[in-house]
Protein backbone atom coordinates (compact mmCIF):
# COMPACT_ATOMS: atom_id res chain seq x y z
CA UNK A 1 0.00 0.00 0.00
CA UNK A 2 2.35 2.82 -1.36
CA UNK A 3 -0.11 5.39 -0.25
CA UNK A 4 -0.17 4.60 3.28
CA UNK A 5 3.11 3.93 3.29
CA UNK A 6 3.64 7.56 2.21
CA UNK A 7 1.25 8.65 4.56
CA UNK A 8 3.17 7.18 7.59
CA UNK A 9 6.53 8.47 6.23
CA UNK A 10 5.17 12.09 6.19
CA UNK A 11 3.45 11.55 9.47
CA UNK A 12 6.89 10.85 11.27
CA UNK A 13 8.66 13.43 9.17
CA UNK A 14 5.89 15.34 11.14
CA UNK A 15 6.19 14.05 14.71
CA UNK A 16 10.21 14.68 14.79
CA UNK A 17 10.51 18.67 15.84
CA UNK A 18 10.84 21.17 13.57
CA UNK A 19 14.26 21.84 12.57
CA UNK A 20 15.78 24.22 14.28
CA UNK A 21 17.71 26.88 11.48
CA UNK A 22 21.27 26.99 12.96
CA UNK A 23 21.09 30.44 10.50
CA UNK A 24 18.54 32.27 13.20
CA UNK A 25 19.08 33.93 16.22
CA UNK A 26 17.19 31.45 18.84
CA UNK A 27 13.63 33.91 17.76
CA UNK A 28 13.63 32.25 14.81
CA UNK A 29 13.14 29.09 16.13
CA UNK A 30 11.56 29.27 19.61
CA UNK A 31 8.63 30.96 20.28
CA UNK A 32 9.97 33.37 22.34
CA UNK A 33 6.60 36.10 22.13
CA UNK A 34 6.19 35.08 26.13
CA UNK A 35 9.54 35.74 27.65
CA UNK A 36 12.21 37.74 28.13
CA UNK A 37 15.44 37.20 28.67
CA UNK A 38 17.60 37.56 32.12
CA UNK A 39 21.67 37.94 31.18
CA UNK A 40 24.60 37.82 33.63
CA UNK A 41 25.53 41.44 32.51
CA UNK A 42 24.47 44.84 32.91
CA UNK A 43 25.41 46.54 36.01
CA UNK A 44 25.39 45.24 39.38
CA UNK A 45 22.15 44.62 40.62
CA UNK A 46 20.85 45.59 37.29
CA UNK A 47 21.07 42.74 34.88
CA UNK A 48 20.52 43.55 31.25
CA UNK A 49 16.92 42.26 30.14
CA UNK A 50 15.71 41.33 27.11
CA UNK A 51 12.29 41.69 25.77
CA UNK A 52 10.01 39.52 24.24
CA UNK A 53 9.86 42.03 21.06
CA UNK A 54 13.80 42.33 20.78
CA UNK A 55 13.40 38.42 21.16
CA UNK A 56 11.43 37.38 18.52
CA UNK A 57 12.15 36.48 14.94
CA UNK A 58 15.25 35.13 12.92
CA UNK A 59 16.75 38.23 13.18
CA UNK A 60 15.63 38.69 17.14
CA UNK A 61 18.66 39.16 20.25
CA UNK A 62 21.21 36.83 20.49
CA UNK A 63 25.06 38.01 22.39
CA UNK A 64 27.27 39.30 19.51
CA UNK A 65 30.28 37.56 21.25
CA UNK A 66 28.02 34.54 21.51
CA UNK A 67 29.11 34.31 25.08
CA UNK A 68 25.67 33.63 26.82
CA UNK A 69 22.88 33.73 24.31
CA UNK A 70 22.75 32.81 20.96
CA UNK A 71 22.10 30.05 18.45
CA UNK A 72 24.37 26.95 17.91
CA UNK A 73 26.26 27.05 14.74
CA UNK A 74 25.77 23.08 14.15
CA UNK A 75 22.36 21.85 15.52
CA UNK A 76 20.67 25.17 15.71
CA UNK A 77 20.28 24.89 19.54
CA UNK A 78 19.67 27.37 21.47
CA UNK A 79 22.46 28.39 23.83
CA UNK A 80 22.60 29.61 26.87
CA UNK A 81 25.76 29.29 28.74
CA UNK A 82 26.61 31.50 31.97
CA UNK A 83 30.82 32.29 32.79
CA UNK A 84 30.67 31.15 36.86
CA UNK A 85 30.26 33.47 40.15
CA UNK A 86 30.59 37.19 40.59
CA UNK A 87 33.04 36.77 42.84
CA UNK A 88 35.82 35.20 40.37
CA UNK A 89 34.17 36.46 36.70
CA UNK A 90 32.49 39.84 37.47
CA UNK A 91 28.83 38.31 36.66
CA UNK A 92 25.82 40.56 37.58
CA UNK A 93 23.12 39.31 39.01
CA UNK A 94 19.68 40.36 40.40
CA UNK A 95 19.23 42.70 43.63
CA UNK A 96 17.85 38.83 45.61
CA UNK A 97 20.45 36.44 43.78
CA UNK A 98 23.89 36.01 44.38
CA UNK A 99 24.03 33.82 41.53
CA UNK A 100 24.13 35.05 37.58
CA UNK A 101 22.05 33.77 35.18
CA UNK A 102 20.71 33.56 31.69
CA UNK A 103 17.71 33.34 31.49
CA UNK A 104 14.21 33.29 29.88
CA UNK A 105 11.49 34.49 32.52
CA UNK A 106 7.87 34.22 31.44
CA UNK A 107 6.25 37.61 30.69
CA UNK A 108 2.95 37.18 29.37
CA UNK A 109 1.06 36.41 31.23
CA UNK A 110 3.48 38.07 33.94
CA UNK A 111 1.55 35.64 36.90
CA UNK A 112 -0.51 32.77 36.59
CA UNK A 113 -3.09 30.94 39.12
CA UNK A 114 -1.89 27.62 40.28
CA UNK A 115 -5.56 26.61 41.29
CA UNK A 116 -6.67 26.80 37.34
CA UNK A 117 -6.27 23.50 35.43
CA UNK A 118 -3.51 23.94 33.30
CA UNK A 119 -0.19 25.77 34.12
CA UNK A 120 2.78 23.32 32.54
CA UNK A 121 5.77 23.75 31.12
CA UNK A 122 7.48 20.97 28.91
CA UNK A 123 11.43 21.79 27.76
CA UNK A 124 13.76 19.46 26.04
CA UNK A 125 17.48 20.21 26.56
CA UNK A 126 21.15 19.06 27.20
CA UNK A 127 23.09 20.11 30.08
CA UNK A 128 26.69 20.51 28.21
CA UNK A 129 28.48 21.47 31.42
CA UNK A 130 26.50 22.07 34.86
CA UNK A 131 28.29 23.84 37.33
CA UNK A 132 30.12 22.76 40.17
CA UNK A 133 27.68 23.34 43.14
CA UNK A 134 26.16 20.09 44.98
CA UNK A 135 22.89 20.13 43.41
CA UNK A 136 24.07 22.45 39.97
CA UNK A 137 22.75 24.43 37.81
CA UNK A 138 18.84 25.26 37.60
CA UNK A 139 17.48 24.52 34.68
CA UNK A 140 13.49 25.65 35.22
CA UNK A 141 11.80 27.36 38.01
CA UNK A 142 8.46 28.33 39.12
CA UNK A 143 8.73 31.37 40.99
CA UNK A 144 6.46 33.15 43.24
CA UNK A 145 4.87 36.51 41.49
CA UNK A 146 7.02 39.40 41.97
CA UNK A 147 4.25 41.25 44.17
CA UNK A 148 3.73 37.99 46.40
CA UNK A 149 7.34 37.23 47.09
CA UNK A 150 10.83 37.01 45.78
CA UNK A 151 11.29 33.68 46.22
CA UNK A 152 10.56 30.44 43.85
CA UNK A 153 7.97 27.78 44.23
CA UNK A 154 10.70 24.95 42.69
CA UNK A 155 13.90 25.01 40.77
CA UNK A 156 15.20 21.63 38.89
CA UNK A 157 18.83 21.24 39.67
CA UNK A 158 21.30 19.40 37.30
CA UNK A 159 24.51 18.27 38.46
CA UNK A 160 27.93 16.99 37.16
CA UNK A 161 26.62 13.49 38.24
CA UNK A 162 23.63 14.17 36.11
CA UNK A 163 21.28 14.18 39.17
CA UNK A 164 17.82 15.73 38.70
CA UNK A 165 16.75 17.30 41.70
CA UNK A 166 13.58 19.43 42.61
CA UNK A 167 13.60 21.73 45.49
CA UNK A 168 10.28 23.02 46.68
CA UNK A 169 10.24 25.87 48.86
CA UNK A 170 7.85 25.32 52.36
CA UNK A 171 6.66 28.97 52.70
CA UNK A 172 6.46 32.09 50.89
CA UNK A 173 9.47 33.74 52.68
CA UNK A 174 11.49 31.08 51.38
CA UNK A 175 15.42 30.07 51.85
CA UNK A 176 14.17 26.33 52.97
CA UNK A 177 13.85 24.30 50.16
CA UNK A 178 13.17 20.25 50.72
CA UNK A 179 15.16 18.05 47.71
CA UNK A 180 13.65 15.38 45.75
CA UNK A 181 15.67 13.60 43.34
CA UNK A 182 13.60 13.14 40.66
CA UNK A 183 15.66 11.75 37.74
CA UNK A 184 19.05 11.07 36.06
CA UNK A 185 20.64 11.88 32.71
CA UNK A 186 24.50 11.60 31.50
CA UNK A 187 25.45 14.95 31.05
CA UNK A 188 25.46 16.06 27.45
CA UNK A 189 22.31 13.72 26.74
CA UNK A 190 18.79 15.17 25.76
CA UNK A 191 15.80 14.77 27.92
CA UNK A 192 12.71 16.14 28.70
CA UNK A 193 11.06 17.97 31.58
CA UNK A 194 8.18 18.57 32.49
CA UNK A 195 6.75 20.75 35.48
CA UNK A 196 2.97 21.57 36.17
CA UNK A 197 1.44 23.27 38.72
CA UNK A 198 -2.40 23.11 37.98
CA UNK A 199 -5.52 22.58 40.24
CA UNK A 200 -3.04 23.45 43.57
CA UNK A 201 -0.58 20.35 42.28
CA UNK A 202 2.79 20.86 41.39
CA UNK A 203 4.66 17.42 39.68
CA UNK A 204 7.70 17.36 37.67
CA UNK A 205 8.08 14.18 35.17
CA UNK A 206 11.32 13.47 33.06
CA UNK A 207 11.23 12.14 29.28
CA UNK A 208 7.59 11.42 29.73
CA UNK A 209 7.79 9.06 32.64
CA UNK A 210 4.73 9.35 35.37
CA UNK A 211 4.47 12.46 36.73
CA UNK A 212 5.61 12.98 40.13
CA UNK A 213 3.73 15.01 42.86
CA UNK A 214 5.52 17.61 45.18
CA UNK A 215 4.07 18.80 48.16
CA UNK A 216 3.91 22.51 48.67
CA UNK A 217 3.91 22.33 52.02
CA UNK A 218 2.81 26.54 53.39
CA UNK A 219 3.48 28.13 49.97
CA UNK A 220 -1.00 28.72 50.02
CA UNK A 221 -0.49 28.33 45.85
CA UNK A 222 0.49 31.74 45.43
CA UNK A 223 0.63 33.68 42.02
CA UNK A 224 3.34 32.66 39.97
CA UNK A 225 5.29 32.38 36.80
CA UNK A 226 7.99 30.05 34.78
CA UNK A 227 11.35 30.59 34.31
CA UNK A 228 13.77 28.08 32.14
CA UNK A 229 17.44 28.73 31.38
CA UNK A 230 21.03 28.65 33.11
CA UNK A 231 21.11 29.57 36.48
CA UNK A 232 24.28 29.04 37.67
CA UNK A 233 24.84 27.89 41.73
CA UNK A 234 28.64 27.45 41.96
CA UNK A 235 31.16 29.27 40.76
CA UNK A 236 32.20 27.10 37.65
CA UNK A 237 31.22 27.87 33.87
CA UNK A 238 27.76 25.93 33.09
CA UNK A 239 26.72 25.65 29.42
CA UNK A 240 22.75 24.46 28.73
CA UNK A 241 21.24 23.98 25.24
CA UNK A 242 17.91 23.67 24.70
CA UNK A 243 15.88 21.82 21.77
CA UNK A 244 11.89 22.61 22.60
CA UNK A 245 10.37 25.34 25.10
CA UNK A 246 7.00 25.47 25.68
CA UNK A 247 4.13 26.53 27.95
CA UNK A 248 0.57 25.75 28.48
CA UNK A 249 -2.24 27.78 30.47
C1 LIG B 1 -0.12 40.66 42.11
O1 LIG B 1 -0.31 41.09 40.77
C2 LIG B 1 -1.31 40.36 40.07
C3 LIG B 1 -1.27 40.78 38.61
O2 LIG B 1 -1.21 42.18 38.49
C4 LIG B 1 -2.67 40.61 40.73
O3 LIG B 1 -3.67 39.88 40.07
C5 LIG B 1 -2.57 40.14 42.19
O4 LIG B 1 -3.77 40.47 42.86
C6 LIG B 1 -1.39 40.81 42.90
N1 LIG B 1 -1.25 40.18 44.21
C7 LIG B 1 -0.97 40.88 45.30
C8 LIG B 1 -0.80 40.06 46.56
O5 LIG B 1 -0.87 42.10 45.30
C1 LIG C 1 -5.54 29.26 45.32
O1 LIG C 1 -6.47 28.69 46.21
C2 LIG C 1 -6.07 28.78 47.57
C3 LIG C 1 -7.08 27.97 48.40
O2 LIG C 1 -8.37 28.41 48.16
C4 LIG C 1 -6.00 30.23 47.99
O3 LIG C 1 -5.59 30.36 49.34
C5 LIG C 1 -5.00 30.94 47.09
O4 LIG C 1 -4.95 32.32 47.37
C6 LIG C 1 -5.37 30.74 45.62
N1 LIG C 1 -4.32 31.32 44.79
C7 LIG C 1 -4.53 32.37 43.99
C8 LIG C 1 -3.35 32.83 43.22
O5 LIG C 1 -5.61 32.90 43.85
Redesign the pocket.
Known sequence: MPALKTLLATGLVGVASAALNPSCAPGGNFDLSKWSLQLPIGSTGSPTTISASQLSGCGGYQDPGHKYFFTESGDGALVMKVPGAPSNTGCVTTPNSKHCRTELRESNPSSW???ASNNKLTVTLAVEQPDNSGYGTVVGQIHIADNVSTKPVCELYYNTNGDLTMGVEQTRSGGNEVMTKVGNVPVGQQFTYTISYSS?VLSVSINGGAAKTLSTYSL????SYFKVGNYNQGSSASDVHFFSINVSH
Open positions: DPNNGAPS
